[in-house]
């Protein structure tokens, strides 16, 4: 399997995460053989930080269902965004679970989305329509 699909159901984890908990996706890029980001109104200072977490875990999440990567790796952005947060290594795993039981319940969204993403970078109206 491709690199690029790895690095896109990441990035697509996290944006069906974000939107699935109430915020908006605002593009998903891909910008290197392992490297993508998503933007999202998760940003907000206002954010509640258990959905912060939850959707910074969610690429993680789709990194061990689809690629069976360890469970003790950690993708270093995303472990800054909550360690950022001031969550401790067992609040991060609870997250994580929570994350983890989004990405199944959505498995068919993700890998949908990631699949478009491989093609090309995602807007927010492109995003939207694969949600359908
Ligand atoms: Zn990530």
């Given amino acids: 399997m ?3 699909i790895k690095v896109c159901r990441h990035e697509a984890a996290h944006a069906v995460v974000a939107h699935m908990l109430g915020f908006t996706v605002i593009r998903i890029k891909i910008t290197g053989a392992s490297t993508g980001f998503t933007e999202t109104s998760c ?4 954010t509640c930080p258990m959905m912060l977490g939850m959707v910074a875990m969610a690429g993680k ?3 061990r269902r689809w690629h069976r990567i360890g469970r003790d790796w950690f993708p270093e952005g995303d472990l800054r965004t909550v360690k950022r947060l001031g969550y401790s290594w067992r609040a991060i795993a609870t ?3 929570l ?3 989004q990405v199944e319940e959505h498995a ?3 890998d949908r989305v990631a699949r478009e993403l491989k093609k090309r970078d995602l807007s927010a109206r ?3 329509a ?3």
Avoid at 43 to 46: G, V
Wanted: contains cysteine.
């Fill in 130 to 132: 694969l949600l359908k």
């Fill in 108 to 110: 068919d969204v993700i």
């Fill in 2 to 4: 491709s690199r690029r």
């Fill in 126 to 128: 492109e995003f939207r």
């Fill in 99 to 101: 994350a983890m039981a």
């Fill in 95 to 97: 997250l994580e679970a």
């Fill in 61 to 63: 999440c789709a990194d």
């Fill in 43 to 46: 940003s907000k200072k206002t």
